[in-house]
């Protein structure tokens, strides 16, 4: 690898959005970064457009999601099984990382060659089917927790910032403590983000931005069906479980209330009996 280039892979899984990826994919070419897309059963026509769309990009690998299951964090696994750089990020096809953010990651990585897991705060914006005019906000819950570890060292950074973008990890260490991505529909990246925040000896955060998360009707954190609420919820079932059999600190755990207001469990989707079921059974607190 050459001295511009930075030792880093960005790991991208992809499904049916070749217009997001390629915007993404142009914003990775001048950081120097190995960049492993790992398309996750697109429709064959979608496919071929792939398979099309990064021949025109030396250094992005195609992958594809060859396994029974299905998902974001199936792929992801994919491509971190078989990443060798020193240093990975996660993006999703249709955000993109900000101009500048090569020389950010240059700078701050040469810094902290022993960190675990670098935190940067990022921005966000509403796609172009979202009324023009609105101001994202979804980036501010990660603004804040950044804000907070760096003037006061809060450790919340490590516990609460879920989402694997606008971060950089250390591959030895995500390998070394087997931290990878839950196999299922939503909240893929819940516990991947938890145990990295947790078993981080050296983690760093800056307030500068080089990834933008843009915020859609799309998106699956907009999606309310059954499957993917269900999902999210049990994801929050898991975080609590480590949190307290693992990590020996209840403090960050979700209650049944804060649950509904994180990620809009709507009653008439998920069921009364089944959310009650699961926190009595799990000894959660209802408030």
């Known amino acids: 690898m050459s001295d511009s280039n930075l030792d880093a892979t960005v790991i991208i899984p992809h499904f049916n959005d070749l217009k ?8 990775t070419v001048p950081m120097g970064v190995r960049v492993v897309v790992v398309d996750d059963k697109s429709n064959l026509t979608v496919r071929a ?6 021949l025109n990009y030396s250094h992005v690998q195609l992958l594809h999601n060859r396994t029974p299951q299905k998902g974001a964090g199936v792929a992801r696994n994919i491509a971190l099984n078989v990443c060798n750089t020193k240093w990975v990020l996660f993006a999703d096809a249709d ?4 101009e500048g953010a090569t020389q950010l990651l240059r700078d701050k990585l040469s810094k902290n060659k022993s960190a675990d897991v670098i935190y940067f705060s990022p921005v966000s914006s509403f796609d172009e089917e979202v009324m023009v005019g609105r101001q994202s906000q979804r980036h501010k819950p ?3 927790l950044v804000r907070n570890f760096l003037a006061y060292g809060n450790d919340a950074i490590r516990y609460q910032y879920p989402v694997p973008w606008s971060k950089v990890f250390n591959v030895h260490f995500l390998k070394e403590n087997n931290i990878q991505f839950d196999s299922c ?3 893929n990246d819940v516990m991947f ?8 000896n050296v983690i760093k955060a800056y307030n500068d ?4 998360v843009t915020e859609g009707k799309k998106s699956l954190t907009k999606q309310k069906s059954k499957k993917v609420i269900r999902s999210r919820f049990l994801a929050l079932m ?13 403090r960050y755990q979700f209650d049944l209330l804060g649950a509904i207001r994180r990620y809009s469990i709507e009653v008439k989707i998920v069921s009364i009996a089944f959310l009650l079921r699961r926190f009595i059974g799990s000894m959660w607190r209802i408030i």
Do not use: P
């Open 20 to 27: 997001g990826l390629e915007r993404m994919l142009s914003s």
């Open 49 to 54: 457009g792939l398979e099309e769309l990064v």
């Open 95 to 98: 955000d993109w990382f900000l």
């Open 142 to 144: 990660y603004e804040e």
């Open 185 to 187: 529909i939503a909240s």
């Open 193 to 200: 983000s938890l145990k990295a925040g947790f078993f981080a």
């Open 209 to 212: 931005n080089i990834y933008l």
């Open 238 to 250: 898991r975080y609590n479980r480590f949190l307290k059999d693992i990590c020996k600190n209840t």
